[in-house]
């Protein structure tokens, strides 16, 4: 017994030792990225300025503790760190020091500034809808102390995202070879609009250039229309998505490996990527795809829009049930047995004849109406809304994707919110999207314990705002 007794014991002591060595380790994690929140030796001293947002960092956000350099400009780049910023990243955006990212200028519309005596016609609506819950830092890499700047932050922070042409930044030092050297843990993403590699990687490419190239502008518009763009920069919206989500797959990895990496993202890349089940028709038939169809659907009718006495309407038709019910409400239970409308391949052959069918009955009602007699049917139906009625809409307000934040300048503004909801975290915007140069003295003065006298200089010197 004594023995068996000596046994467990011994078994207890290294489990406590075992746990209390992690629990130990962990502390030290904790303890290091609180350490370079505020500067390398922040746990022996009292901090000059704290580098939290006025609403601090949710420790339950998936993200919190990581911190992001954001070099990017515009939209693709922009979209992605402010998802990364959503979720809890602590996300440092370099701007120019005079003329900020490019989007502070494209208006209007604008959020006019409270205080009258500030110049300038407010902050860009366009500039406001991507760059929520970061901090904003002028600074000119133009100069040698502004790559100083960058490679002592580079070393601080866990993710670097970056849009400029392959090659751009390595006269600045600024590459991920030199800057994988700094810091071996930092992941490194390049957004491009054709990629690092080949015969178009030199071309700078917009969101619309790109939507022509890889298909989505041909099969997009009315059947018998010209081939159009999407109406918002889808294709640097889906690129920004598939970056973010990379960046956190390669957190995951670094904490396997120790390692960092490079990531290479492009919108061509995704634009691709999104054809989706087009581009596998495609592959698979080896034919010319079907072209644009509008609303319509090229194998499942009735499967459109149809217009309304104020507006359309949009039924989804996917299966023989389905299309019954439509008739039903629609007051035309025949057409159910109709030969010419008895099966989805039958109204696919009589496509023009169902559809005019259905159209000449809803121009009879009004939108509204018309959602008054499908409610329970089990019928998929939806309202084509605009803008502000989509921002408006009961589900929308209800699902809380719209909020109000006060801008340090232009006072109380309306922004989109992060959709994702998560059962035991709160994402969302902490702090509204920075006046340029906003955070440049509690950045340099936090992180890298700039004194006030070597900032005020710097900023003489035309390297920060």
């Given amino acids: 017994m004594c023995f068996i007794l000596k046994l467990c014991l011994a078994s207890f002591l290294s489990g406590f030792v075992h746990t209390t060595m992690a629990l130990l380790h962990r502390f030290q994690a904790v303890a290091r990225r609180s350490a370079t929140s505020y500067g390398r030796n922040a746990l022996q001293r009292t901090p000059l300025r704290s580098y939290s947002s006025s609403a601090s960092v949710d420790g339950t956000l998936p993200l919190a503790g990581i911190r992001v350099l954001d070099m990017t400009r515009v939209l693709a780049g922009p979209y992605c760190t402010q998802i990364l910023g959503d979720l ?7 701007e120019h020091p005079v003329r900020g990212d490019d989007t502070r200028a ?6 006019k500034y409270e205080d009258a005596t500030k110049t300038g016609p407010g902050e860009s609506a366009y500039y406001l809808a991507v760059n929520r819950n970061k901090k904003s830092l002028g600074l000119s890499f133009q100069h040698k102390s502004g790559v100083e700047i960058l490679h002592k932050l580079a070393k601080e922070c866990d993710v670097l995202v970056e849009n400029y042409l392959p090659g751009g930044l390595k006269k600045y030092g600024m590459d991920y070879e030199t800057l994988q050297k700094i810091n071996p843990k930092l992941i490194y993403a390049s957004i491009t609009g054709y990629g690092q590699t080949g015969p178009y ?10 939507e022509a190239e890889m298909g989505l502008m041909h099969i997009t518009g009315a059947r018998d229309g010209a081939p159009v763009k999407v109406g918002v920069a889808v294709t640097d919206l889906t690129t920004g998505l598939y970056t973010s989500n990379a960046i956190m797959a390669a957190l995951i990895a670094r904490g396997r490996t120790g390692k960092g990496q490079h990531i290479d993202a492009c919108l061509s890349d995704c634009q691709v990527a999104t054809l989706s089940n087009l581009a596998s028709s495609a592959l698979i038939s080896g034919q010319k795809d079907s072209g644009r169809w509008g609303t319509a659907h090229p194998s499942i009718v009735p499967y459109r ?3 309304t006495q104020d507006g359309d309407i949009l039924f989804g038709g996917g299966n023989d049930k389905l299309f019954g019910v439509l008739c039903d409400r629609l007051g035309f239970s025949e ?8 099966t989805n391949s039958d109204r696919v052959q009589h496509r023009a004849e169902i559809d005019s069918m259905i159209e000449n009955t809803t121009v009879q009602k009004t939108t509204q109406e018309w959602l008054d007699i499908f409610e329970g049917s089990g019928m998929p139906y939806a309202a084509v809304n605009d803008i502000q009625g989509t921002l408006n809409h009961k589900h929308v307000l209800a699902r809380d994707m719209v909020t109000e934040v006060e801008h340090p300048a232009c006072g109380p503004i309306k ?16 702090s509204p999207p920075p006046t340029l140069g906003q955070h440049t003295d509690e950045i340099l003065g936090s992180i890298l314990e700039y004194s006030e006298a070597d900032i005020a200089r710097l900023k003489d010197e035309g390297v920060l705002s």
């Fill in 415 to 430: 922004l989109v919110n992060t959709p994702i909801k998560y059962s035991e975290a709160k994402p969302g915007v902490r």
């Fill in 201 to 210: 990687s030199n071309r700078a490419g917009y969101d619309v250039m790109v």
């Fill in 335 to 342: 057409w159910k047995s109709d030969a010419r409308f008895v």
């Fill in 305 to 307: 829009s149809y217009k």
């Fill in 106 to 111: 494209w208006g209007p519309p604008y959020a």
């Fill in 88 to 94: 809890g990243a602590d996300v440092i955006k370099v």
